[in-house]
Nanobody, 115 residues
């Protein structure tokens, strides 16, 4: 069973920045890809960003140019750097890892953007 633990959420003012971390229980190179998704109250969970084993990054249009996904294999961690945050970015952010057809999810971390 793959373990994923998100951290780094919190409250920030519009225009601010946060960096989320997702620690995995095993080498992140065991996964085909790792991703961040988010779910705002009353909304479905939506894709935010992903990075595959080869390092290719994909972003949702809503976060392009503001969010950056990265990884540090030495500590089995994937990051999501979020800049120029807006109230629309308020959500619970989830980390996931994909191995073939299976996905594993963390418990999520809350991000609140308000003045």
């Amino acid at each position: 069973q793959v373990g994923l633990a998100e951290s780094g959420g919190g409250s920030v003012q519009p225009g601010g920045s946060l960096t989320l971390s997702c620690g995995a229980s095993e080498s992140i190179f065991n996964f085909n890809a790792m991703a961040w998704s988010r779910q705002a109250p009353g909304n479905q969970r939506e894709f935010v960003a992903s990075i595959n084993v080869g390092g290719r990054e994909i972003y949702a249009d809503s976060v392009k140019g503001r969010f950056t996904i990265s990884r540090d294999a030495a500590v089995n961690t994937v990051y999501l750097q979020m800049d120029n945050l807006t109230p629309e970015d308020t959500a619970i952010y989830y980390c996931s890892a994909q191995i073939l057809s299976r996905s594993y999810w963390g418990q999520g971390t809350q991000v609140t953007v308000s003045s």
